[in-house]
């Protein structure tokens, strides 16, 4: 009889504007057998994600009732807003066999690697910061200000970059995704 065999925890992770969404949307497609995990945010939905679709959007006091009840695989505050992993989906979903993704941001990455050292993190990395000031310009949903604070937060996100297992060069999605699916093909 075979034995269940435990899914792998993958992290995508990286300062706002390296391409995260779009990597993981891509793995997605190419991918189907993977599970994508839904973090729990205090922000504000943005004109195109949907309630529990892009997040679970939830108030302040039932994230911090949900961190109180240890029902979150990891969080942080920043941007004046709350962001974590719900547990109970995740666990289960590994215990099932399947590969699960988080795309988080690296002080949850890092939180999560330390929990499950088995966990696989890819850091993904825009080619300049100008690249990635163009990239959040372009979303459009946050002012001039916004951007900036996210900029300087990337400074620091970056140099937490030799703690992850890989990272990936966002300089080309396809090659990016390629490599990032030739890294897990060898490590089952």
């Known amino acids: ?32 057998d ?8 205090t922000r504000a939905p943005r004109p ?19 961190v109180r009840n240890n029902e979150l695989l990891e969080y942080d505050q920043h941007f004046e807003n709350y962001y974590g992993t719900p547990k109970k989906f995740v666990l289960d979903m590994l215990k099932f066999g399947k590969d699960v993704i988080l ?20 850091f993904i ?8 000031y163009e990239r959040l310009k372009k979303r459009g949903t946050e002012s001039e200000e916004k951007i900036q604070i996210r900029m300087a937060r990337n400074k620091l996100e970056l140099a ?20 990032i699916i030739d890294i897990l093909k060898t490590r089952r």
């Open 34 to 41: 993977l599970i994508m995990s839904r973090s729990a945010t």
């Open 125 to 132: 990395e825009a080619p300049s910061e100008q690249a990635i």
């Open 160 to 179: 937490q970059r030799h703690k992850y297992d890989y990272c990936i060069m966002n300089d080309d999605v396809d090659r990016a995704v390629a490599e």
């Open 48 to 66: 195109n994600e949907r309630k529990n679709r892009s997040y679970f959007f939830v108030s302040t006091e039932t994230f911090l009732e949900m």
């Open 103 to 122: 795309e988080i941001e690296v002080n949850g990455a890092l939180q999560v690697k330390q929990n499950y050292p088995d966990s696989i993190l890819f």
């Open 1 to 32: 009889m075979e034995q269940n065999k435990q899914g792998k925890l993958i992290i995508i992770s990286g300062p706002s504007g390296a391409g995260k969404g779009t990597i993981c949307a891509e793995l997605m497609k190419q991918m189907p």
